[in-house]
């Protein structure tokens, strides 16, 4: 009795290191964040617990543009980064052959240098005199004296390239996945390549094509650093706000309140994805132990 | 062997009419010419980091090439601050990877190996960081320490580090145990092995592979953190929130340098565990069949 006791114990045991970990500095914080951002008061004055919920009707009417602009830059960062990955990931798949894992080293190589320099770096090469902007005026896509860094369109390149493996990954993943006698099939069957695509490719590459776009969609609306290092305020997305109200002007209320509005916008976009993907896919628990 | 057979339908396709013929090998080079571009795309930014970090900058930016000098790469260290932000990263690395790895991976097992009520959610559990963007990570933990009045440093970026880790470890390493073989285990205590044992000789060598890949991961993803560094290092300096610092005020080749040298030694580890394990699977191929 007591070793069957002990065994049905030993899961619960060994999860309590890892689960207790998060639940102390992840689950917890949460907590202490929802207290905070229901404080009111000033700076001077000391932050007090009030049940003060203006602080979130507040954040919502005061930054709405931000939050508007954030899910703006990160859908269409999003969007480019799949129209740019998916052919990549396919052609590492079906082609790849015995450079497979060569070409996957490539992909995931931007990972090997640190976020800010990958930034930094697209600031050299979209500099003001350097090489791109000076063959955007030569071919008149940029104005004499018109500039790219420091505009929407370099903020949202940055967001696009910082994320992209995180989209070619599981793209890559799914499509290799695919049993090849079903494309086969299609085409014994007199499918073109564009309905065997259409039909058996792309819907057998959807977990792929889900999972990378949240993995893309996520860090891109949360970010701040390509919105600061390659925009202006006029960039400013919704990271940039709660990062200034946190760490430059205090305001932990309003910082608090800010940060719960968008876990809580990204906990429904997820919500939504997973009810078109299925949460097994999401969760990658497929084939564990029933 | 298996992109052999993808490419068959294919080529079985291309025996029908000429002009279509031509058009789909238009189509089919044209795929591999946009996938060679993306790849190009992802490339570029490291290669403008390895050509700058030889630049002899005029000015405080390292934006326009001027002239190509061995100089920041004898002297890496020669800018204040540097090297000891360096260390700060390497220790918290070090540090946070082994704790999340030894957590993370207890925990896939015990969520993989057993049978118990609650799975589900503790699944789900382990997904939400992921799902949360990291700015909220940060706020959250930063609002916990600001209320035990914790003093922000070293400690307090070690635990945010162990955390964010965690999840991405027992994902990593999950994904490695489904389909793992629990017969060679119980053979192994049928021959009178301590579960201990087992565990040494059977089970730890068989994972092995994910939990390096699982390490890797963490040890990259440390190194790299900004955003959630930011919020809770206090006054403590590590190498990304140097460049953050130094992105507004100046920015020495040397930081070039080092971003270079954690990128070849990155890359360097990376071949080396696919050489390792591309042995261990010929090795293995030896073994006669059962």
């Known amino acids: 009795m007591s070793t069957r006791l002990r065994k049905a114990g030993l899961p619960y045991l060994l999860l309590l290191p890892g689960l207790g970990w998060l639940a102390i500095f992840f689950a917890v914080p949460l907590c202490y964040m929802a207290f905070e951002s229901l404080k009111a008061g000033t700076l001077e004055t000391g932050y007090l617990f009030d049940w003060n919920f203006s602080n979130y009707t507040n954040a919502i009417s005061d930054f709405s543009e931000q939050f508007v602009r954030s899910f703006e830059y990160a859908g269409l960062a999003t969007l480019f980064a799949l129209l740019i990955g998916y052919p990549l990931a396919y052609v590492i798949a079906f082609r790849g052959g015995r450079w497979r894992n060569a070409l996957l080293l490539a992909v995931i190589a931007p990972f090997f240098i640190t976020y800010l320099i990958r930034t930094l770096s697209w600031e050299t090469i979209l500099s003001d005199d350097g090489l791109v902007v000076d063959t955007l005026r030569t071919l008149g896509i940029v104005s004499e004296g018109g500039r790219v860094l420091d505009t929407t369109a370099s903020v949202i390149a940055g967001l696009t390239y910082n994320f992209l493996p995180f989209m070619i990954l599981p793209l890559y993943a799914s499509i290799e996945r695919i049993d090849h006698r079903l494309l086969e099939a299609g085409y014994d069957l007199y499918g073109r390549r564009r309905d065997v695509f259409l039909r058996v490719t792309l819907p057998l590459s959807m977990p792929g094509v889900v999972a990378g776009t949240l993995l893309t969609f996520i860090p891109a609306a949360g970010d701040f650093i390509n919105a600061e290092l390659l925009g202006t305020p006029n960039q400013y997305m919704i990271g940039n706000v709660i990062q200034s109200r946190f760490l430059e002007l205090n305001d932990y209320p309003t910082a608090a309140a800010l940060s719960f509005i968008l876990m809580g916008i990204m906990l429904i976009v997820v919500l939504v994805w997973a009810r078109v993907a299925g949460t097994e896919a999401l969760l990658g628990t497929e084939g564990e132990a029933r | ?290």
């Open chain 2, 1 to 290: 062997m298996e992109a052999g057979t993808a490419a068959a339908p294919v080529r079985t396709r291309d025996e029908t009419r000429g002009p279509i013929r031509l058009g789909r090998r238009l189509i089919d080079v044209g795929l591999n010419v946009y996938a060679g571009l993306a790849l190009i795309y992802l490339l570029v930014p490291i290669a403008v980091i390895l050509v700058f970090s030889f630049n002899d900058p005029r000015g405080r930016f390292n934006f326009i090439w001027q002239e190509f000098s061995f100089d920041a790469w004898k002297d890496p260290f020669g800018v204040p601050g540097i090297g000891d932000a360096l260390w700060n990263s390497i220790q918290i690395a070090v540090l946070s990877t082994l704790a999340a790895t030894i957590l993370g991976t207890i925990t896939a097992l015990a969520l993989v190996r057993y049978e118990f009520h609650g799975r589900a959610p503790v699944n789900f559990f382990i997904f939400i960081p992921l799902a949360t963007p990291e700015i909220v990570l940060g706020a959250a933990l930063l609002s916990m320490f600001l209320n035990f009045g914790a003093a922000l440093g070293f400690g307090t970026i070690l635990i945010a580090h162990i955390m964010f880790n965690l999840s991405f470890v027992v994902i990593t390493v999950r994904s490695r145990l489904i389909g793992f073989d629990r017969s060679l285990e119980e053979a192994a205590q049928d021959l009178g092995a301590s579960p201990l044992q087992t565990f040494r000789l059977v089970t730890l060598p068989l994972i092995l592979p994910g939990v390096v890949a699982a390490a890797l991961l963490a040890f990259a993803l440390s190194i790299d953190d900004f955003v959630i560094t930011y919020l809770n290092a206090g006054a403590t300096i590590t190498f990304p929130l140097f460049i953050w610092g130094a992105a507004r005020v100046a920015i020495p080749p040397q930081i070039y340098v080092i971003a270079s040298m954690i990128f070849l030694f990155t890359l360097a580890m990376m071949l080396l565990t696919v050489w390792q394990q591309r042995r261990a699977e010929r090795m293995a191929a030896v073994r006669p069949e059962p």
